[in-house]
């Protein structure tokens, strides 16, 4: 029982780091992205890659994640972001759908279908990530760790610019704002903090393969967001907990096929969003009447 509850506090953390770091440009810029899970399945590649090629310490390892995940998020923000958000959406679903692919087709890095495992443990000087505890409290120092550097980047003069384009791009154009940069130097920030998760989710699952980096992914790691609340701190981790709770609760629905399991899930979803757009769509944590704080 204490492995099944560290096991889902590690994936609670995984999932939050994740939330957290898409609310930072759709709750602070108004910016939405479908391709959350291709930065998150970047992490994973370029962690297994680097481990099972040359070394499994994580002060490479971290930095080239981000760094590789960084300039794909540039190469998506630098001609979406020129234009009004909804082109950086059907973008955005582009590369979703362009990397779901490279993830199943490029064999020599990312194994395939089959994925990639076998690699050694992570590490850091004096230290190895191997037990399930040790696991849990680098995924919690992770995420607090983000959380603090996007609150701090919030608090300087750039996340002001941030919110102020959320608010009005067209105010913060005539007051002189550089709109574009400051939007593709924040999808920059949140890919690169993305990675960090699939740096975390691949060493803890000893296994990488595309399935967990499609569609859905992206689509339920938007739904935290939205249900926990956008623009907000709290929103974000309020809304992994509760969606990655459901599952578990569902599981041990009595007298439920497990094979309708992930039906019902996908049904609590649908109306947990309904009801909140209808009650509340500022979110769980967010305003009764919208908005962000």
């Not at 930065?39 to 370029?46: M, R, T």
């Not at 630098?78 to 959406?89: D, K, N, Q, T």
């Amino acid at each position: 029982m204490t492995s099944y509850i560290i096991n889902l506090l590690v994936l609670i953390c995984v999932n939050a780091t994740l939330a957290v770091t898409l609310n930072f440009i759709m709750g602070y810029a108004g910016i939405f992205s479908l391709a959350h899970a291709i930065f998150f399945g970047i992490g994973s590649y370029v962690a297994a890659y680097v481990a099972l090629h040359f070394t499994g310490s994580l002060l490479v390892i971290l930095p080239a994640a981000m760094l590789i995940s960084a300039l794909v998020g540039l190469a998506l923000a630098l001609p979406a972001l020129r234009v009004r958000g909804e082109y950086f959406v059907a973008a955005s679903l582009g590369l979703q759908v362009i990397g779901v692919t490279v993830f199943s087709e490029w064999k020599s890095v990312t194994g395939g279908i089959g994925g990639v495992m076998g690699f050694p443990p992570a590490s850091l000087p004096g230290l190895s990530f191997e037990s399930p505890t040790a696991f849990l409290i680098w995924s919690v120092v992770m995420l607090v760790l983000i959380l603090l550097a996007i609150n701090t980047l919030l608090h300087s003069s750039f996340g002001r610019n941030l919110q102020a384009i959320r608010d009005s791009e067209s105010a913060a154009l005539a007051y002189g704002k550089n709109v574009a940069m400051i939007k593709t130097l924040s999808v920059v920030f949140s890919s690169a903090l993305a990675a960090t998760a699939g740096v975390v989710y691949a060493f803890y699952m000893s296994f990488v393969n595309v399935e967990s980096f499609t569609l859905d992914t992206s689509v339920l790691v938007m739904a935290m967001v939205i249900i926990g609340g956008t623009g907000t701190i709290w929103g974000p981790l309020v809304g992994a907990v509760l969606l990655m709770l459901i599952p578990s609760l569902t599981s041990y629905i009595p007298g439920l096929p497990q094979t309708e399991v992930g039906s019902i899930q996908q049904i609590i979803y649908g109306a947990a969003m309904v009801l909140l757009m209808i009650f509340r769509p500022g979110g769980i944590m967010g305003g009764k009447h919208g908005g962000v704080k």
